[in-house]
């Protein structure tokens, strides 16, 4: 394949351990992007998406304008599914892939998860009328509160800025994943897909790290605009913590962060990768879903009451000066149950929405594949139809 004068090879494929090499001149921005090590990330992004200039081969010269084009109309007419890989590339496929599983995933959760935000910090602030539910009443008071004091929508609060995260969270997640473990696994994972599970352990909390750094500040306003009745749009909530609290504000609570989520997501990936191995019979979207629900249910027990602590110190009032900190001062106040607060919620939440998250970018995953698949025949057969028309224009 030729981008912009530049020689790639073909894709291999999409499955675990796939990559894309490049040729491209050391110097140039496509070289970097289409090099291994950023393969997984990037994929084909740089590719161009309409004329089959992007993938001429060199038997195919400009003096052979007579010569059929490998177009998003003639791919429709032949093999529709490869205008995925063709129009968008790899890496942007990759990119739609799992930001559209991770929006569609929190979005039909947003209730559950706003219920556990509340649950989780109802000691702490009590500013809603749910919050004050929570703290007298529990988890089916301040359910219920939210619907009377804030009516349908209520459920859905902070979930606009939750999906303007979640598109480059899951991606940065799903795909740093991957990245990850190419880097740790080395030539021996590329060729078998095999793993140690402490490099396995290792991939899903850097992966967590990446996607928590580049998306921070969009978590601090969705927790604002869930506590805080006076709050109703981001643009309030970000003038607000400027006004008052300062920008460094935005990262408050991200080292607790940091900390609760890296073995979270080690152990969520980790368990999924092997239980979806360990399952028999032929890998299905059920059995993707089965591995992904175990997977969560056994993740989720484990950490959560670090989350609980990292919620209370994202807090405007938290004044805690540590994880540490903030760890003893609640189990002083609340007791070991207050670690807990929020988990049925949660776990009621994990569950379907891990599910549709990675079962939904699994199917994405299998279909980008198909689409490589597909475009790499009709790349050959365009090359052997240009060949043959050259042929016949000498002649």
Known sequence: MIVRGRRLASPRGMGEGATLRATAKPGSSVAFLHNPKFASLTGAMMANPIACVAAKPAAATADSDDAPKLTVARLMQRRPVAVIAHVMGTGFALFLAGGTAGALAKTCTAPLDRLKIIMQISSANQQTAAAKAAASGGLIPAFIAIGKSEGIKGY???????????????????????????????????ETGKLPVPTRLMSGAL????????????????LRLSVDPNMTTMTQVCKAIVKEEGAKAFFKGLPATCLSISPYSALNFCMFDLIKKAIPGEETAQTVATASFIATMLASGTC????????????????????????????????????????????????????????????????????????????????????????????
Do not use: H
């Not at 979930?159 to 696994?185: C, D, H």
């Open 207 to 222: 992966a967590a790290c990446t996607a928590t750094l580049v998306t921070y500040p969009l978590d601090i306003i969705r």
């Open 304 to 395: 959560y009451p670090l989350d609980t602590i990292r919620r209370q110190m994202q807090l405007k009032s938290s004044s805690y000066a540590s994880v540490f900190d903030a760890g003893k001062a609640i189990l002083a106040r609340d007791g070991i149950g207050g670690m807990f607060r929020g988990f049925v919620p949660n776990v009621i939440k994990n569950a379907p929405n891990k599910s549709v998250q990675l079962t939904t970018f699994d199917v994405f995953k299998r279909k980008i594949k198909e689409s490589e698949k597909a475009l790499a025949e009709e790349k050959a057969i365009w090359a052997a139809e240009c060949k043959a028309s050259k042929g016949k224009k000498r002649r």
């Open 156 to 190: 859905w609060k902070g979930n606009v800025p939750q999906v303007i995260r979640i598109l480059p969270y899951s991606t940065a997640m799903l795909n740093s994943y991957e990245f990850y473990k190419q880097q740790f696994g080395g030539d021996q994972y590329r």
